[in-house]
Nanobody, 119 residues
Framework: QVHLVESGGGLVQPGGSLRLSCAAS????????MGWYRQAPGKQRELVAR???????NYADSVKGRFTISRDNAKNTVYLQMNGLKPEDTAVYYC?????????????WGQGTQVTVSS
């Protein structure tokens, strides 16, 4: 199994920045891609950004140009740099990994970290 632990959430004013981190442990050899999702109250969980083991990235349209996802393969850690934060970015942010093993493919999730953008 892959275990994910997020850190870095908090309260920030509009226009501010935060960096989220997600450290993976366990069967990290099986990780094919990692990403960040978010869920605001009353809304469905949505993909924010994703990065493959080869470094290919994709972003939600709402965060393009403001958020940057990166990974340190040696540390099995993925980061989400969030700049120009807006109140609508307020949500619980979840780290996700897509894991591929010989007989199964599965997702792992972190416990979530709250990001609140407010003045």
């Amino acid at each position: 199994q892959v275990h994910l632990v997020e850190s870095g959430g908090g309260l920030v004013q509009p226009g501010g920045s935060l960096r989220l981190s997600c450290a993976a442990s366990g069967s990290t050899f099986s990780i094919n891609a990692m990403g960040w999702y978010r869920q605001a109250p009353g809304k469905q969980r949505e993909l924010v950004a994703r990065i493959t083991i080869g470094g290919t990235t994709n972003y939600a349209d709402s965060v393009k140009g403001r958020f940057t996802i990166s990974r340190d393969n040696a540390k099995n850690t993925v980061y989400l740099q969030m700049n120009g934060l807006k109140p609508e970015d307020t949500a619980v942010y979840y780290c996700n990994s897509e894991n591929v093993e010989v007989f199964r493919t599965y997702h792992s999730w972190g416990q979530g970290t709250q990001v609140t953008v407010s003045s």
